[in-house]
C-alpha cells in the first residue's frame, strides 16, 4: 500500500506543477550564455535561449501586422556596461485559421543575442537585470502579455563560455 501511495505522488507531482501555470505563460529561459571578451574593456555576447511550451508560439520581434505584440528583450541600465545591439532570429511564416496573412512567429526553442560592451573600469561579477516580453498565443487564441523578468550573470565562473 505504501508503493502504491509514493508511486501515485510521483504521478500527480508533474501534474501539480502543470496546474500552478497560468494561461499564457509558455516561455521560460533555458540558459543564459556569455560568450566573448567577459572582461573590463571587453565586447561579450549573452545569448538568451527561450524555451516555448509544445504547441505554442509568440510573434516574432517583428510582426506580420503593426497591432500584433512583438516579443521583445530589454536589458535594465547597469553600471558597468553599455548595450550595443539586441539582435532578435528571423520570425517563421505560419498561417492561422481565420487570419488571411501568415503570422510572423517563433514557436519551440530560439534565442535573442544582447551585444555588450564592458566599461574598463567594470566590477566584475555583473548581475544585470533583464524582461522577456511576449504574447502567447495557441492558434488564433492569444493570451494577455507577460514579462518574464531573470538576470544575465557576466563575469565569474557562472555563465561563461
Same mark, same amino acid.
Given at each position: 500500500?505504501?508503493?502504491?501511495?509514493? $508511486?501515485?505522488?510521483?504521478?500527480?507531482?508533474?501534474?501539480?506543477?502543470?496546474?500552478?501555470? %497560468? !494561461?499564457?505563460?509558455?516561455?521560460?529561459?533555458?540558459?543564459?550564455? #556569455?560568450?566573448?571578451?567577459?572582461?573590463?574593456?571587453?565586447?561579450? /555576447?549573452?545569448?538568451?535561449?527561450?524555451? @516555448?511550451?509544445?504547441?505554442?508560439? /509568440?510573434?516574432?520581434?517583428?510582426?506580420?501586422? =503593426?497591432?500584433?505584440? !512583438?516579443?521583445?528583450?530589454?536589458?535594465?541600465?547597469?553600471?558597468?556596461?553599455?548595450?550595443?545591439?539586441?539582435?532578435? !532570429?528571423?520570425?517563421?511564416?505560419?498561417?492561422?485559421?481565420? @487570419?488571411? %496573412?501568415? @503570422?510572423? /512567429?517563433?514557436?519551440?526553442?530560439?534565442?535573442?543575442?544582447?551585444? $555588450?560592451?564592458?566599461?574598463?573600469?567594470?566590477?566584475? =561579477?555583473?548581475? #544585470?537585470?533583464?524582461?522577456?516580453?511576449?504574447?502567447?498565443?495557441?492558434?488564433?487564441?492569444?493570451? =494577455? !502579455?507577460?514579462?518574464?523578468?531573470?538576470?544575465?550573470?557576466?563575469?565569474?565562473?557562472?555563465?561563461?563560455?
Amino acid at each position: 500500500m505504501r508503493k502504491l501511495f509514493v $508511486l501515485l505522488a510521483l504521478v500527480a507531482l508533474p501534474i501539480s506543477t502543470l496546474a500552478q501555470k %497560468k !494561461p499564457g505563460e509558455a516561455a521560460s529561459i533555458a540558459k543564459v550564455e #556569455i560568450q566573448g571578451d567577459a572582461k573590463p574593456g571587453g565586447n561579450a /555576447v549573452a545569448i538568451v535561449k527561450v524555451k @516555448l511550451e509544445k504547441a505554442w508560439h /509568440v510573434q516574432s520581434n517583428k510582426p506580420s501586422e =503593426p497591432n500584433f505584440i !512583438p516579443t521583445v528583450l530589454t536589458v535594465a541600465p547597469t553600471p558597468g556596461f553599455k548595450l550595443t545591439a539586441i539582435k532578435y !532570429p528571423e520570425g517563421k511564416a505560419e498561417k492561422v485559421e481565420g @487570419l488571411a %496573412k501568415p @503570422l510572423s /512567429v517563433y514557436d519551440g526553442d530560439f534565442q535573442i543575442t544582447a551585444l $555588450l560592451t564592458l566599461d574598463a573600469k567594470a566590477r566584475l =561579477p555583473l548581475t #544585470i537585470p533583464a524582461t522577456l516580453s511576449y504574447q502567447a498565443c495557441q492558434g488564433a487564441t492569444c493570451y =494577455p !502579455p507577460k514579462k518574464l523578468k531573470f538576470d544575465i550573470a557576466v563575469g565569474g565562473e557562472a555563465g561563461q563560455k
